[in-house]
T-cell receptor
Framework: SQTIHQWPATLVQPVGSPLSLECTVE??????LYWYRQAAGRGLQLLFYSIGIDQISSEVPQNLSASRPQDRQFILSSKKLLLSDSGFYLCAWSRDRYNEQFFGPGTRLTVL | EDQVTQSPEALRLQEGESSSLNCSYTVSGLRGLFWYRQDPGKGPEFLFTLYSAGEEKEKERLKATLTKKESFLHITAPKPEDSATYLC???????????FGKGTRLSVIA
C-alpha cells in the first residue's frame, strides 16, 4: 500500500529565516506530487505540482520554491520567510492528473 | 468568484439526525468531483470520487451523489465520530488542478 510522509510536523521560524519542508511517498512510482497551503477560512491553495523529476509547475507567485530531487521526494523551500507564510502545508500525491489525490499529515508552520 | 461553493459553512447535528452537505460548482466540463474528510490538525482523507451525473457512492453512513451542477454528501444517523470538516473538489479537463471548496464543518453532538 502507498503511504505519504511529511516532516517536520510543526515548525516555528523567525521572519527572514530559510525553510525546507520534505515530503516522501512510498509504495508507488512516478506519482504526481503537490504542495498545498491551507489557511483558516480560505480553503486549500495549490502552490506547486509536479508530474515528474524536474517538471514542476508553480500556481501562485510567491517567495516559495519547490524541487523534486528524486521520483518520490518533493521539497518546499524558501530563502526568507514572511509572516504571511504561516499556515498548514500539505503534500499530496496521485497516480495521474485524472484521479484522486491522497494527502500527507501536514506541517504546521508558524512564522514569528 | 468561487468556482466551488460548499454549504452550509458549519452544521451542528444531534446524534442520529440525518442531513446533507452541499457542494455546488459553476464550471463546465467537469472531469471529476471528489469528497474528503479532514479532522483538526490532520491532512484530508479521501472519501469518494464521482464522475458523471446520477452517480452515487456509499461508505458506512455516508452517501455521495452528483448532478450536473452540484453534489450532495448525505449523512445518515450520524455519530459523534463523524464530526469533521468535509471538503469537496472538482477537476476540469486538461492540465487544470483540483479546485477545492472551503469545506463544511460538521459537529455531531451525543
Amino acid at each position: 500500500s502507498q503511504t505519504i510522509h511529511q516532516w517536520p510536523a510543526t515548525l516555528v521560524q523567525p521572519v527572514g529565516s530559510p525553510l525546507s519542508l520534505e515530503c516522501t511517498v512510498e509504495g508507488t512510482s512516478n506519482p504526481n506530487l503537490y504542495w498545498y497551503r491551507q489557511a483558516a477560512g480560505r480553503g486549500l491553495q495549490l502552490l506547486f505540482y509536479s508530474i515528474g523529476i524536474d517538471q514542476i509547475s508553480s500556481e501562485v507567485p510567491q517567495n516559495l520554491s519547490a524541487s523534486r530531487p528524486q521520483d518520490r521526494q518533493f521539497i518546499l523551500s524558501s530563502k526568507k520567510l514572511l509572516l504571511s507564510d504561516s499556515g498548514f502545508y500539505l503534500c499530496a500525491w496521485s497516480r495521474d492528473r485524472y484521479n484522486e489525490q491522497f494527502f500527507g499529515p501536514g506541517t504546521r508552520l508558524t512564522v514569528l | 468568484e468561487d468556482q466551488v461553493t460548499q454549504s452550509p459553512e458549519a452544521l451542528r447535528l444531534q446524534e442520529g439526525e440525518s442531513s446533507s452537505l452541499n457542494c455546488s460548482y459553476t464550471v463546465s466540463g467537469l472531469r471529476g468531483l471528489f469528497w474528503y474528510r479532514q479532522d483538526p490538525g490532520k491532512g484530508p482523507e479521501f472519501l469518494f470520487t464521482l464522475y458523471s451525473a446520477g452517480e452515487e457512492k456509499e461508505k458506512e453512513r455516508l452517501k455521495a451523489t452528483l448532478t450536473k451542477k452540484e453534489s450532495f454528501l448525505h449523512i445518515t444517523a450520524p455519530k459523534p465520530e463523524d464530526s469533521a470538516t468535509y471538503l469537496c473538489a472538482v477537476r476540469l479537463g486538461g492540465n487544470t488542478p483540483l479546485v477545492f471548496g472551503k469545506g463544511t464543518r460538521l459537529s455531531v453532538i451525543a
